[in-house]
């Protein structure tokens, strides 16, 4: 690559820090679409690489983590085809009738079913499938359906860190780092649990008035047929087989050598067959935007590599402090702070360079699993912290029931602070 050719002069690392930020910035104006933005960005990186020597469009493509674009295809497309039987729906119908009206435990049953799903499946997508469901039984029983909407987004959060495949930060920096599976689940799963346990605690104690409405139309609740929501049971059968198997790939990756990535497609790949559909058709649940931006941001973080910005940046972070652990609680924080006000995706790109050289100079994996905590948990502090917040208040106007900042901050913000001053105490305990 050019940085091996040309030396590096702080022209090119002034360039590519104004790129950098000229991207952001459209990014998270809102001005442009995020994945229009962050072409624009890729567009001026690579053509000031050319002009200045710095960066080639042969450096973009060896920047691009292609294992995590491919890994993401494969699962949108094995949610799309599995949300097309009324899977979703009828786990979310079977929840609400065991609760049998109660608000609580309607509360805790969805929210809980949201989170567990969400360690497996983007929580975008489940989202998408249980906030109509929730807002269409609250109006049944005529109670408000805010406090359950709030829980399912939150907690849905919360449960995507808990596995390398719930959340795409958590995608990224497995790949980054080299962690498998196994390794994800056992640091970041009893710091998860422990901050559920916390939020639906919360969740009891700041909704208490609201637990006390007296719900209607009980009877119609339980009329409910679960299996009419139901569109193909013997397909709905083979995808669950599917995601059984892709789960012990991925959970014995370290003995088979299987790449998650490769799992990830050939359970995409074996629902697309078994689906018989166009795959014209099967492609739609892509979010084929989504993957754009996330190689438009590999791009953008490799042109800051190339010209040593992020290696002087880890440098910096490395002088505040040489205890490791002090130096992983300034990530967690800085990074759930950053995540609390933009996407977490592109603060994880950014970070996973920087954390990738630290973690080299102590020699531990410590600041990884800080980050993923980090960018996972302080996605709850603001409404627009996260993917899954921002889907949830969008559904909220759209449905009648609109989500105020107040109320996100009721709620979201102190569970938020609750859930990384947790991943702060597990670090400590982890080390």
Not at 106 to 124: E, G, P
Not at 148 to 167: A, F, P, Q, R
Not at 171 to 197: E, K, R
Request: glycine share 8%.
């Amino acid at each position: 690559m050019y940085e091996e050719e040309v030396g590096k002069t702080d022209l090119p690392q002034i360039i590519t820090i104004v790129i950098f930020a000229i991207s952001y910035i459209l990014i998270f104006s809102g001005r442009l679409d995020r994945s229009a933005a962050a072409l624009l960005g890729l567009f001026m990186m690579v053509s000031a690489g050319y002009i200045f020597g710095f960066f080639r469009f042969e450096d973009l493509l060896i920047h691009v983590d292609w294992d995590v674009v491919i890994l993401l295809f494969g699962m949108m497309t094995y949610v799309g085809l599995m949300a097309k039987t009324g899977f979703f729906k009828y786990i979310g119908i079977k929840a609400i009738k065991l609760s049998k009206g109660n608000p609580w435990l309607i509360f805790l049953y969805l929210s809980l079913i949201t989170t567990f799903i969400s360690m497996i499946i983007d929580n975008v997508t489940t989202i998408l499938l249980v906030i109509p469901l929730t807002v269409e039984v609250a109006e049944m029983l005529d109670i408000n359906p805010i406090p359950i909407m709030l829980g399912e987004s939150i907690l849905s959060n919360v449960g995507g860190v808990g596995t390398m495949v719930g959340d795409p930060p958590n995608i990224m920096i497995a790949f980054a780092s080299g962690f498998n599976f196994n390794d994800f689940v056992v640091h970041l799963f009893p710091p998860v649990l422990t901050a559920l346990f916390i939020s639906t605690l919360l969740g009891k104690i700041i909704y208490r008035k609201w637990l006390r409405e007296k719900p209607k139309n009980i009877e119609e609740l339980m009329k409910l047929e679960e299996f009419r929501y139901i569109k193909n049971k013997r397909r709905m059968r083979f995808y669950l087989y599917i995601l059984f198997g892709m789960i012990v790939l991925f959970a014995t990756e370290s003995y088979t050598g299987i790449s998650a990535a490769f799992i990830a497609l050939a359970g995409g790949i074996t629902a697309l067959i078994i689906s018989r559909e166009e795959p014209r058709e099967a492609f739609k649940a892509v979010e084929w935007s989504t993957l754009v931006f996330f190689i438009a941001l590999f791009a953008l973080v490799g042109g800051l590599q190339e010209t040593g910005v992020l290696k002087q940046l880890a440098g910096g972070i490395a002088s505040i402090s040489s205890n490791v652990i002090l130096t992983s609680i300034i990530i967690l924080w800085v990074a759930g702070l950053s995540s609390s006000f933009v996407d977490n995706i592109p603060i994880t790109a950014a970070f996973i360079p920087i954390v990738s050289s630290l973690a080299l100079d102590y020699n531990s994996g410590l600041l990884w699993w800080a980050l993923a905590m980090g960018v996972g948990m302080g996605g709850n502090i603001t409404p627009i912290g996260s993917s899954a917040g921002v889907i949830t208040l969008s559904l909220s106007k759209r449905y009648g029931h609109n989500i105020t900042n107040r109320e996100w901050l009721k709620f979201g913000t102190i569970t938020g602070i609750a859930s990384m001053t947790v991943c702060t105490l597990f670090l400590l305990i982890i080390v």
